[in-house]
């Protein structure tokens, strides 16, 4: 009896795979297809340009690129990541930069090893990705990404790890295509991947570095090992590949210094957050003198009441947002005469006004779901919610991206 029905489903199996190898146009059934979300962080919309990437031209070529990816503001990795998976700006999500107090809270947000890092939910505002497909009946698993160690409203991906920065990138590819594998345990349908080295050497050797450079290459080269690993389980046809970042980066200057305390008393102030954002809380009725002698002065940087910033920068209506903000111009520093002294400055960086060209990112993507061939307008990381959404065909939460600006990328 057992024999006659091991050979019953043989055949049945068989006569499945037989269907779906009839089926020579790559495309298969719309409720299998999967979307893996990939960070490069800091990887500027520049670097494609510049270096020897035959993996991503390959993606680029059977797939979609956008002109460039617009941050939100400020350009910091925790605020565009959360914003990229939520939808969200970041006035309505919450998370305003890397690092920030919240006395309601009773403590400050802050990563780091994994016992800091924020796994309360009540830090993270909105609804991720991996949230809304779990709910959804889907499954996802998150090989990295800010956000990604906290349960929100009370849920996680099916599979997660606390971040490791330490750990091995292949190792990481290994990983995730093991959860995307539909003949393994997870079978996710929605998976994250998120490398960090592109965006550390720009910190370190700045933007236009050889060594930034080789670190394009490397992410090249982790996306080829990535590509035949998914050809190997038979993911190619079944898999829409996104792959994006989260800012871009700017080189710094020594000649290019603004010291907040050449500018105003630093006891007038609570700096939230230094450079080059600096976000300040003034003391009780110093917050108009504090800013009319900043705006006096206002010189390579901007400074804006929080009630008073343009509308682009989608930052004042969260409580956790300070009075002031302060601006700097791309490649000026805002810090400390005797921080300056002790520290110096580094070769790189971003954080700075979300439209300027230097902090424009990427969007690369191929897959089932995804036109061939075709280079369409630039948009916004709020929009890349809606779209994950309506390849994962899930009714998405309510959110600030319009969905009409990336159906170009579908077909
Ligand atoms: P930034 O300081 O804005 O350049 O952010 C980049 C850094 O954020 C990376 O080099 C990591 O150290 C850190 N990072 C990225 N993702 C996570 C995460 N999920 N948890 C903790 N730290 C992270
Ligand atoms: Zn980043
Ligand atoms: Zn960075």
Same mark, same amino acid.
């Not at 996710?188 to 450079?213: C, I, K, M, Q, W």
């Given at each position: 009896?057992?024999?006659?029905?091991?050979?019953?489903?043989?055949?049945?199996?068989?006569?499945?795979?037989?269907?779906?190898?009839?089926?020579?146009?790559?495309?298969?059934?719309?409720?299998?297809?999967?979307?893996?979300?990939?960070?490069?962080?800091?990887?500027?919309?520049?670097?494609?340009?510049?270096?020897?990437?035959?993996?991503?031209?390959?993606?680029?070529?059977?797939?979609?690129?956008?002109?460039?990816?617009?941050?939100?503001?400020?350009?910091?990795?925790?605020?565009?990541?959360?914003?990229?998976?939520?939808?969200?700006?970041?006035?309505?999500?919450?998370?305003?930069?890397?690092?920030?107090?919240? +006395? &309601?809270? /009773?403590? !400050?947000?802050?990563?780091?090893? #994994? $016992?800091?890092?924020?796994?309360?939910?009540?830090?993270?505002?909105?609804?991720?990705?991996?949230?809304?497909?779990?709910?959804?009946?889907?499954?996802?698993?998150?090989?990295?990404?800010?956000?990604?160690?906290?349960?929100?409203?009370?849920?996680?991906?099916?599979?997660?790890?606390?971040?490791?920065?330490?750990?091995?990138?292949?190792?990481?590819?290994?990983?995730?295509?093991?959860?995307?594998?539909?003949?393994?345990?997870?079978?996710?349908?929605?998976?994250?991947?998120?490398?960090?080295?592109? +965006? &550390?050497? /720009?910190? !370190?050797?700045?933007?236009?570095? #050889? $060594?930034?450079?080789?670190?394009?290459?490397?992410?090249?080269?982790?996306?080829?090992?990535?590509?035949?690993?998914?050809?190997?389980?038979?993911?190619?046809?079944?898999?829409?590949?996104?792959?994006?970042?989260?800012?871009?980066?700017?080189?710094?200057?020594?000649?290019?210094?603004?010291?907040?305390?050449?500018?105003?008393?630093?006891?007038?102030?609570?700096?939230?957050?230094?450079?080059?954002?600096?976000?300040?809380?003034?003391?009780?009725?110093?917050?108009?003198?504090?800013?009319?002698?900043?705006?006096?002065?206002?010189?390579?940087?901007?400074?804006?009441?929080?009630?008073?910033?343009?509308?682009?920068?989608?930052?004042?209506?969260?409580?956790?947002?300070?009075?002031?903000?302060?601006?700097?111009?791309?490649?000026?520093?805002?810090?400390?005469?005797?921080?300056?002294?002790?520290?110096?400055?580094?070769?790189?960086?971003?954080?700075?006004?979300?439209?300027?060209?230097?902090?424009?990112?990427?969007?690369?993507?191929?897959?089932?779901?995804?036109?061939?061939?075709?280079?369409?307008?630039?948009?916004?990381?709020?929009?890349?919610?809606?779209?994950?959404?309506?390849?994962?065909?899930?009714?998405?939460?309510?959110?600030?991206?319009?969905?009409?600006?990336?159906?170009?990328?579908?077909?």
């Amino acid at each position: 009896m057992k024999k006659l029905y091991t050979s019953l489903l043989l055949i049945f199996v068989s006569f499945g795979f037989f269907l779906s190898g009839c089926d020579n146009s790559g495309y298969t059934s719309p409720n299998e297809q999967k979307v893996l979300l990939i960070s490069i962080d800091g990887f500027m919309n520049e670097y494609l340009d510049r270096n020897e990437t035959p993996n991503l031209d390959y993606i680029i070529a059977n797939g979609v690129k956008a002109e460039y990816l617009e941050p939100v503001f400020p350009t910091k990795t925790f605020p565009n990541h959360w914003s990229q998976v939520t939808g969200l700006k970041v006035e309505n999500h919450g998370i305003i930069s890397n690092s920030f107090p919240d +006395d &309601s809270l /009773g403590g !400050r947000f802050s990563y780091g090893p #994994p $016992e800091d890092s924020p796994n309360d939910e009540r830090w993270w505002g909105g609804e991720p990705i991996w949230v809304t497909a779990e709910t959804q009946g889907k499954t996802a698993a998150t090989m990295f990404w800010p956000g990604s160690e906290a349960s929100i409203n009370g849920v996680r991906p099916t599979r997660w790890v606390d971040y490791d920065g330490s750990l091995d990138n292949y190792a990481r590819v290994d990983s995730v295509i093991t959860w995307l594998d539909s003949a393994g345990n997870t079978d996710a349908d929605f998976a994250t991947l998120y490398f960090s080295h592109v +965006d &550390s050497r /720009g910190h !370190r050797y700045g933007p236009n570095s #050889p $060594e930034v450079d080789e670190a394009v290459v490397e992410a090249d080269n982790l996306i080829g090992y990535l590509l035949e690993q998914m050809e190997e389980k038979g993911l190619t046809g079944l898999l829409n590949v996104l792959i994006v970042s989260d800012h871009g980066m700017a080189e710094l200057s020594e000649d290019k210094i603004i010291f907040l305390d050449e500018l105003i008393d630093l006891d007038d102030v609570s700096v939230i957050d230094w450079n080059p954002v600096a976000m300040l809380q003034p003391a009780e009725g110093r917050k108009e003198a504090v800013y009319n002698t900043l705006k006096e002065n206002e010189e390579n940087y901007r400074v804006f009441y929080r009630d008073e910033m343009p509308e682009k920068y989608g930052f004042s209506g969260h409580y956790r947002i300070p009075e002031i903000i302060m601006i700097a111009d791309v490649s000026y520093s805002i810090t400390s005469r005797s921080f300056f002294e002790d520290r110096g400055i580094i070769a790189g960086t971003h954080g700075y006004d979300h439209t300027t060209p230097e902090m424009a990112t990427i969007f690369y993507a191929s897959g089932p779901d995804i036109k061939q061939g075709e280079t369409v307008p630039a948009f916004s990381v709020l929009d890349l919610y809606g779209l994950m959404a309506k390849i994962l065909k899930i009714e998405p939460a309510p959110n600030d991206g319009d969905i009409n600006s990336v159906m170009g990328v579908l077909r």
